[in-house]
């Protein structure tokens, strides 16, 4: 017995003998007792100068023999334990173990995903509690962001009464915003976007959101540093003036949507939005990193002119990159899906969805572009192309999951918005808040109202005074701007600064703005707008909105598109040709018969499951019995 | 205008105004310049004796003008910035802000998603083509092992030529293991469990993983210390040695899950396999934490006898505690799905279905229960009772996405043990690693041969002496071993010298006994069972049954039930009677007439749309044409 065994792990030692074979000699020992107490003191006298300007430089120590240094708790397991790594470099490329404490942390991790899914709970009940009284003047968005601040009221009154600390799990990541939060509601907007308004808007999306976040970032981050010069407001250097001024010039998707989806807005005036405020997160991205770039030592040799060309080569780049990267993933997936036959395993098929609409932005991130316009364009092809691809039950799977997920990282990200007044530390400086406000809406107006009466003359489709206003007011700031102010690098009176006004700022545009936009919309609409549908209410909840248009959503995006410039119709044109000609066909599967009867059977079986399943009403009445004698039929 | 505004934000402030006001004075200002190559200095200055026992004490510091100390690289933001906090503490109960270089984190963090996705996106086909090919010999489990061995040999070999670093990206994470790939796992099979086999075998499961596995450590852990003692094996202290014996024998659900589901074997067998495998999970993980406990100096003046009943103690209120914690949730979230009518709002009763299936987990890990009991007993509960309450859309939608984020996560766990060969680095004692195995397989057999023989005579349904060789070789070791393993707080060298026997372990158990399952099972059939269906062939894969029984799956459970001990149809006993007479009435909805129908004309109408969109082959015949009518006029 014993040596079948042997004989057994000696071939799979031997499977993987390139990679074992030069660690197993055992490394020189150095035997530290692993004593919490004694940690610090181990740090100290550790003669580790590691290089810590590049995340990967520092991996390369062998953390065999000093592992007990990490026991410095909290530590996050596998990245940070080789930060303290000594110079016991006996190999590279080899990952450390995990620090000591890690278990511990393990538990508090737990304990903060509780708390943020109690919120979400919480979120949901109370949407519910909106929708069902129907108290629509509530945008969903400020009523979570005011649940969020109550709630940390009330966990800070339990922490100073000493019930508890919540501040970790309270606190706004912008790493978990960035990372876990933003992806899944960019690639939902993209993919239940409505392509034809998109890309018919696309040259003036783009007019707007890169020369018209450029001159609003350059008003804010002018203005701040000239009031901050004249002592009227908080003095801030000029670095410092325009890397506040590029982040808070980007107009946010998350709130602005929120707020517009539901609405019925012209849904060009909705695109025009929409679009702007996805793309030109990338450019105050950009712009917010040059800055600080020109700020380092190593660039400040550059002249104004370099400066300037690398900024705008730097932002094509990016754009382009990051575009073509969720394009061709979007591609590879509708041609993988086309090609390989997942539908009878539903599981792979709806694995696969998942992977493909997360990696594009994981690998955009990863390459420093922007993954929310990888994952954005994503979206946009995989329910061009995809979409089509995929087996009914994959297909529900696939909007429910992302719609759900979406709604979810909202949620969170406005609960954290209210949360955030109280977990972090505040220095507000009135004047300089005051006057940032001011200035975020003149540099709006600079952007809206010129550019728009520029583009006026080469656009069929007018914007109207009304929509310039509309989009002027609908300005509003959230998330990511907080993230991004979150992540400055500048003295830490001066963080807390941006931070408690970027705050400020993005509350205010949410409430007040926000707020203000049903209202502003109805006055608008009564003068001008007569032909809405007598049928449909104006309403304020995007949830509700997807209840109602679940079974419809791909049909009334048709039904919308003849409500306008009916391209589809007579003659196809552009690009929209070639795709309806080549690029359909090719990218996606044509069904047999057989395989369409397979997919409507398949339906049939679920809804006689549930319908078996489910208790009803006692059947009484003949009726009842009636229909479902109707269903069975219907299935066999 | 500008007043208006004034306004509007002095209203706001009030609003907050209990949570502004104490933190509105600026605090006293340190400027550390932040140039990176300081920050190892400014660590080893500061005086730091930081609290390192439990993690939320070292919160308190407000870290306002040191948040450069976390300068160091890779620090993973919230968390970590507290750890290095100086003694400038303010003000408590505040978060601190993310560390500088969090960016340059998120960047990496991407990269390791986008990683980590590939990999299963990869995996994803090659099941499939192990489908397609239908080579049923090797487990999937086993493939992707293997996938992730090659696949860490390649980047071993691009590091080693300087062409990336991935070391960190392919290391398998402890805390993203138990956080995020353990949970979906378990409650999914909790989720599909079969309920009236599970139950009825309650007693037995119990006694195999609760006593069974606590002979099997201490089996384990002596033979492994006195082989130590006789300088036969690799010396280890009592406490290590223990320590290793817990870890290493509990049998691991996901190994076992993914190598028995689709056999067909015994049902009770299987279940008997299955549900020890959950629960002496549990069992492994207290009896690794009190042995590790019963080191420290504080417990050493204990008895022997104190000792052990407080380990008994711990694990029966670990165990009740986190059974009632999960049952609770589940029982809440039946009756929410109850009285708050979500199904108008498909988004809303998702995203409950979502959080409700994490929160047990999350709650009793934070509490330090056993967190995998508490989400199988959710999931238990939740598809007892809250799955009758959900519209036939998100019914479709929650099994699809818990079935495919299971196999996501089992996809990467697997895929990650592979990956470990080469990610870590090794200390091989061969003497150690093949009594590690020997003890293994004996103290599993000192676990199923006696407590089988003891059980017998209180069972009706006997365990056959077939089915006790059965389990004791299915006694798959896993991922929860490794990761446990990588957690041990001891010397490096032990550390090490564990986590590779360890690793070695659960390679030989999956390959070797893993793999030798099905041919054992075919031998044992060959001579036994015939009355397997003649339809149903043995099949290896997991993924392929989910696709099979898409449709099938809760009716399955019903016939399957009539196969053995039809305690449906004539008289229910005990448990099953109240349940079926008041708890399922009581937690479950009745659905009227209309609700019915609604729910069948949503699902009648999504079919039509995916017919609508889907591009079918063109209709040459008539018999086309005259589908297309019927599913037209079914609409109708």
């Given at each position: 017995m014993v040596s079948m065994l042997r004989v057994c792990l000696v071939l799979y030692l031997t499977l993987v003998v390139g990679i074992f074979a030069d660690n197993a000699t055992p490394p020189p020992i150095k035997k530290v007792t692993a004593k919490p107490t004694e940690a610090p003191k181990t740090t100290t006298t550790s003669p580790s100068p590691s290089p810590t300007t590049t995340p990967v430089a520092s991996n390369g120590n062998e953390t065999i023999g000093n592992a007990s240094l990490s026991n410095t708790t909290q530590v996050n397991t596998t990245v940070t334990s080789t930060t303290l790594a000594t110079t016991s470099t006996t190999k590279a490329m080899v990952a450390p173990l995990p620090a000591k404490g890690a278990a511990e942390e393990e538990h508090h991790s737990s304990m903060t995903i509780f708390f943020v899914l109690s919120v979400i709970a919480l979120c949901v009940l109370i949407i519910h509690v909106l929708l069902k009284f129907n108290f629509t003047y509530l945008p969903e968005s400020i009523a979570i962001v005011i649940v969020g601040t109550i709630l940390g009221g009330i966990l800070k009154l339990f922490s100073s009464y000493g019930i508890g600390n919540w501040q970790s799990e309270e606190a706004f990541d912008p790493t978990m915003f960035f990372l876990i939060l933003l992806p899944p509601i960019i690639f939902e907007s993209g993919y239940n976007l409505h392509k034809g308004n998109f890309f018919q808007n696309f040259g003036s999306i783009l007019v707007f959101a890169v020369i018209g976040t450029f001159i609003s970032a350059m008003i804010i981050g002018g203005g701040v540093y000239l009031l901050g010069l004249a002592q009227v407001a908080y003095k801030l250097s000029l670095v410092e003036s325009f890397a506040f001024g590029s982040l808070i010039s980007a107009v946010d998707p998350v709130a602005t949507l929120a707020i517009f989806h539901a609405l019925d807005v012209d849904p060009v005036l909705y695109m025009l939005v929409f679009g702007e405020s996805v793309l030109n997160d990338a450019v105050s991205i950009v712009l917010t990193t040059t800055v600080l770039e020109l700020a380092s030592p190593s660039a400040s040799a550059m002249s104004g002119a370099e400066a300037f060309f690398s900024t705008v080569w730097r932002f094509c780049s990016m754009f382009v990159a990051s575009a073509v990267i969720g394009t061709a993933f979007g591609l590879v997936s509708a041609m993988l899906l086309k090609f390989v036959d997942l539908r009878k395993t539903p599981s792979l098929e709806f694995g696969l969805m998942l992977v493909f609409s997360y990696l594009p932005y994981g690998l955009a991130e990863g390459l420093k572009l922007s993954g929310i316009m990888a994952i954005l364009f994503a979206g946009i092809v995989m329910s061009?192309?995809?979409?089509?691809?995929?087996?009914?039950?994959?297909?529900?799977?696939?909007?429910?999951?992302?719609?759900?997920?979406?709604?979810?990282?909202?949620?969170?990200?406005?609960?954290?918005?209210?949360?955030?007044?109280?977990?972090?530390?505040?220095?507000?400086?009135?004047?300089?808040?005051?006057?940032?406000?001011?200035?975020?809406?003149?540099?709006?107006?600079?952007?809206?109202?010129?550019?728009?009466?520029?583009?006026?003359?080469?656009?069929?489709?007018?914007?109207?005074?009304?929509?310039?206003?509309?989009?002027?007011?609908?300005?509003?700031?959230?998330?990511?701007?907080?993230?991004?102010?979150?992540?400055?690098?500048?003295?830490?009176?001066?963080?807390?600064?941006?931070?408690?006004?970027?705050?400020?700022?993005?509350?205010?545009?949410?409430?007040?703005?926000?707020?203000?936009?049903?209202?502003?919309?109805?006055?608008?609409?009564?003068?001008?707008?007569?032909?809405?549908?007598?049928?449909?209410?104006?309403?304020?909840?995007?949830?509700?909105?997807?209840?109602?248009?679940?079974?419809?959503?791909?049909?009334?995006?048709?039904?919308?598109?003849?409500?306008?410039?009916?391209?589809?119709?007579?003659?196809?044109?552009?690009?929209?040709?070639?795709?309806?000609?080549?690029?359909?066909?090719?990218?996606?599967?044509?069904?047999?018969?057989?395989?369409?009867?397979?997919?409507?059977?398949?339906?049939?079986?679920?809804?006689?499951?549930?319908?078996?399943?489910?208790?009803?009403?006692?059947?009484?009445?003949?009726?009842?019995?009636?229909?479902?004698?109707?269903?069975?039929?219907?299935?066999?």
């Amino acid at each position: 017995m014993v040596s079948m065994l042997r004989v057994c792990l000696v071939l799979y030692l031997t499977l993987v003998v390139g990679i074992f074979a030069d660690n197993a000699t055992p490394p020189p020992i150095k035997k530290v007792t692993a004593k919490p107490t004694e940690a610090p003191k181990t740090t100290t006298t550790s003669p580790s100068p590691s290089p810590t300007t590049t995340p990967v430089a520092s991996n390369g120590n062998e953390t065999i023999g000093n592992a007990s240094l990490s026991n410095t708790t909290q530590v996050n397991t596998t990245v940070t334990s080789t930060t303290l790594a000594t110079t016991s470099t006996t190999k590279a490329m080899v990952a450390p173990l995990p620090a000591k404490g890690a278990a511990e942390e393990e538990h508090h991790s737990s304990m903060t995903i509780f708390f943020v899914l109690s919120v979400i709970a919480l979120c949901v009940l109370i949407i519910h509690v909106l929708l069902k009284f129907n108290f629509t003047y509530l945008p969903e968005s400020i009523a979570i962001v005011i649940v969020g601040t109550i709630l940390g009221g009330i966990l800070k009154l339990f922490s100073s009464y000493g019930i508890g600390n919540w501040q970790s799990e309270e606190a706004f990541d912008p790493t978990m915003f960035f990372l876990i939060l933003l992806p899944p509601i960019i690639f939902e907007s993209g993919y239940n976007l409505h392509k034809g308004n998109f890309f018919q808007n696309f040259g003036s999306i783009l007019v707007f959101a890169v020369i018209g976040t450029f001159i609003s970032a350059m008003i804010i981050g002018g203005g701040v540093y000239l009031l901050g010069l004249a002592q009227v407001a908080y003095k801030l250097s000029l670095v410092e003036s325009f890397a506040f001024g590029s982040l808070i010039s980007a107009v946010d998707p998350v709130a602005t949507l929120a707020i517009f989806h539901a609405l019925d807005v012209d849904p060009v005036l909705y695109m025009l939005v929409f679009g702007e405020s996805v793309l030109n997160d990338a450019v105050s991205i950009v712009l917010t990193t040059t800055v600080l770039e020109l700020a380092s030592p190593s660039a400040s040799a550059m002249s104004g002119a370099e400066a300037f060309f690398s900024t705008v080569w730097r932002f094509c780049s990016m754009f382009v990159a990051s575009a073509v990267i969720g394009t061709a993933f979007g591609l590879v997936s509708a041609m993988l899906l086309k090609f390989v036959d997942l539908r009878k395993t539903p599981s792979l098929e709806f694995g696969l969805m998942l992977v493909f609409s997360y990696l594009p932005y994981g690998l955009a991130e990863g390459l420093k572009l922007s993954g929310i316009m990888a994952i954005l364009f994503a979206g946009i092809v995989m329910s061009h192309y995809t979409h089509l691809n995929l087996s009914p039950v994959t297909q529900i799977t696939t909007q429910q999951t992302f719609r759900t997920v979406a709604f979810m990282a909202e949620t969170c990200v406005f609960a954290y918005l209210g949360l955030a007044i109280s977990s972090y530390s505040h220095i507000v400086k009135p004047s300089f808040v005051i006057w940032s406000i001011v200035l975020c809406l003149v540099g709006r107006a600079c952007n809206i109202f010129p550019l728009s009466f520029v583009m006026n003359y080469f656009r069929e489709h007018k914007i109207t005074r009304k929509n310039q206003f509309i989009m002027w007011f609908s300005g509003l700031r959230g998330a990511i701007a907080f993230a991004l102010s979150l992540h400055l690098e500048f003295t830490s009176e001066v963080r807390h600064v941006l931070l408690t006004t970027t705050l400020i700022i993005v509350l205010f545009t949410l409430m007040v703005l926000g707020g203000a936009t049903l209202p502003l919309l109805k006055l608008l609409k009564a003068e001008k707008r007569k032909k809405t549908k007598p049928g449909r209410e104006l309403n304020l909840s995007k949830t509700k909105e997807m209840g109602d248009t679940i079974d419809t959503d791909h049909l009334s995006e048709l039904t919308d598109m003849e409500d306008e410039v009916n391209y589809v119709k007579p003659h196809l044109k552009g690009f929209m040709k070639i795709d309806a000609k080549y690029l359909v066909p090719f990218l996606t599967r044509r069904l047999t018969k057989e395989e369409l009867r397979d997919g409507t059977n398949q339906m049939k079986t679920l809804t006689n499951q549930w319908y078996q399943e489910v208790r009803a009403v006692p059947s009484e009445d003949e009726e009842d019995e009636e229909m479902q004698n109707l269903t069975a039929q219907e299935i066999r």
